[in-house]
């Protein structure tokens, strides 16, 4: 499994990012893997979504790794899976969790820095002792830093950078492997993270915002779809079924 978290960790090139089209079962991970992606993540809202549930931890602990080893079972790609805050109420509980997802075989997994249902983050040395629980079992670890979550880059982007690049150094002295900083479209904010980072830089791909090249040209490491793609998969299978059912026939 070390050859696997040294392959995933592999595919972090700052300007030649690992592009993730985010899966939620072992049948989308097929149709992933099938395109040509050189790893397989999974995102929590997708995979919650997927069975019914809220996304927030509300998708059992128990079915997180059945659903894992369902799609370790389908690829030999590097695995990482979203288990968003870490599934534990404290360090110790959030390591013994990161711990059975590394022993089930999962080659990374992503953590926020904020706990299930709350806006306000964790203050820095909380979250320090919950990214350091993690990556003290050996896996990667994607350290998700929420501070452009709700907050307006365009008119307070440079304190939203240099807040954002303390805690990166910070997750980094954790042991973190990447920095994922979502909800963030704007170029200008994207560059100067990439510049000061001490890890490579994740982003979530958003419509209207960079294109993959242009975010390559920025220094990201990795591009993210998180939930977009289960989002556009459930449309589609919304949009068939109200022709079928309204008289119309089906695009398939």
């Not at 959030?94 to 964790?122: C, F, M, T, Y």
């Not at 040395?125 to 896996?139: F, S």
């Not at 299978?237 to 695009?251: C, F, K, M, N, S």
């Amino acid at each position: 499994m070390s050859d696997k978290i040294a392959e995933f960790r592999a595919l972090h090139v700052p300007g030649d990012p690992l592009i993730l089209v985010n899966i939620w079962d072992a049948g989308s991970a097929k149709a992933v893997a099938a395109a040509g992606a050189k790893a397989i993540a999974t995102g929590s809202f997708g995979v919650a979504g997927a069975q019914g549930r809220a996304d927030g931890e509300d998708f059992p602990l128990e079915d997180v790794f059945e659903n894992l080893s369902r799609i370790l079972a389908v690829t030999d790609l590097p695995v990482t899976i979203d288990m968003e805050s870490g599934y534990g109420a404290d360090p110790a509980a959030v390591g013994a969790s990161v711990g059975r997802a590394k022993d089930a075989g999962a080659a990374g997994i992503n953590i926020e820095d904020r706990l299930p249902g709350q806006s306000a983050l964790l203050p820095v040395a909380e979250a320090i002792a919950r990214y350091r629980a993690a990556t003290d079992t050996g896996i990667f670890v994607n350290a998700r830093c929420d501070i452009f979550r709700g907050a307006d880059g365009a008119q307070h982007g440079e304190a939203l950078v240099a807040a954002t690049i303390e805690r990166a150094h910070a997750y980094a002295d954790a042991g973190a492997g990447s920095l994922f900083v979502p909800f963030l479209l704007d170029p200008k904010c994207i560059a100067a993270i990439c510049d000061a980072s001490p890890l490579p830089v994740n982003i979530l791909r958003g419509k209207g915002g960079p294109t993959h090249r242009e975010l390559a040209n920025l220094g990201v490491a990795r591009i993210s779809h998180g939930h977009q793609p289960w989002a556009a998969a459930m449309a589609w299978v919304t949009g068939q079924a109200e022709q079928v059912l309204g008289g119309a026939e089906p695009d398939y």
